[in-house]
């Protein structure tokens, strides 16, 4: 037979899993570049955006972080298979450079689970790597117009964003520049010793 305390141990346990079930939710916007491994200075680079949303939302908006002067935003083109309403997507113009530049979508029906946003085209201002190494591509929630993701509640979900990782690679006159200097730096520190002597 439960009495008193036990009730309200079992209640509290019960809204303890479900509080920790919801705040544990994990909504993640990603970027990745599948099978591609290196990027020459001028190629065009498709990145799939991707949505792994653990709680419904009615939708929201994310700005593209370019700040690394990396790549130059060229277009993005939604998944039809998205399953949002068309009427709420944004996107930024073909080749603009002005920021923000802001990828919103979204349905009152709301949206979760794991899907294809869409495909960004990049041009790559530099040679490089992907896989490891720094962010080289992310975003963060929009504030105007779209704002950030919404719940069905008209709260904030707090979002996730995996960026698109790599290294760039030394341009040949920058690792050339910088050989000929540690060689001049040797050659001087070579004459003031015999100069000394």
């Known amino acids: 037979m439960w ?23 994990t909504n993640v916007i990603s970027f990745s570049a599948p099978g ?15 949505f792994n949303f653990q ?3 009615l939708g929201g908006g994310f700005d593209l972080d370019l700040s690394s002067g990396i ?16 009427a709420f997507r944004s996107k930024p113009a073909d080749d603009a450079s002005v920021g923000p530049l802001t990828i919103a979508f979204g349905s009152f029906s709301g949206l979760t689970g794991s899907r ?5 085209e990049l041009l790559a201002k530099q040679e490089m790597t992907l896989g490891t190494g720094s962010v080289l591509l992310s975003a963060a929630d929009n504030a ?3 704002g950030p993701f919404v719940s069905e509640e008209g709260g904030t979900l707090p979002v996730q964003y995996n960026g698109l990782a790599g290294t760039v690679v ?22 003031v010793r015999d100069a000394r002597r």
């Open 170 to 191: 030394p341009e040949p006159s920058t690792a050339l520049l910088l050989g000929a200097g540690l060689i001049g730096i040797r050659a001087t520190r070579r004459r």
């Open 116 to 120: 294809s946003v869409g495909t960004l």
């Open 3 to 25: 009495n008193r305390h036990g009730w309200k141990s079992l209640c509290l346990g019960i809204a303890a899993v479900l509080l920790a079930s919801s705040a544990g939710a």
């Open 55 to 57: 709680d419904l939302t």
């Open 71 to 86: 790549f130059t935003f060229k277009s993005f083109v939604f998944d039809p298979a998205l399953g949002d309403d068309p």
């Open 144 to 146: 105007t117009p779209s």
């Open 36 to 50: 591609v491994t290196t990027v020459d200075k001028d190629q065009l680079l498709d990145v799939d955006v991707g």
